[in-house]
């Protein structure tokens, strides 16, 4: 018997949609894997100044435009090179 990580649930709000959702197991099993550091990873946040959190809000916030730009990048370059195929 296969278990089931998640559920397929209508959307309320568009009947088009399906949504997936986590079933109770899963729920479960990423409490027990991921709760303790959740907890910790809160505790260590707490440790951090508003102005040390924006820092870093900042860099991550231009570290993943950085990788956006670079995947823009190579998709145009891919289909250059595919089109002069």
Avoid: P
């Avoid at 027990?32 to 505790?43: D, F, L, S």
């Avoid at 950085?66 to 090179?81: G, N």
């Amino acid at each position: 018997m296969a278990m089931r990580n998640s559920r397929a649930a209508a959307s309320l709000e568009d009947r088009r949609k399906v949504v997936i959702e986590a079933t109770e197991l899963t729920r479960e099993l990423s409490t027990r894997y991921y709760g303790a550091i959740a907890q910790e990873g809160e505790k260590v946040i707490a440790t951090f100044t508003d102005i040390e959190l924006a820092t870093i809000l900042r860099f991550v916030t231009a570290s993943l435009d950085l990788q956006r730009d670079q995947l823009a990048r190579l998709k145009a370059e891919a289909l250059e090179t595919t089109d002069s195929l």
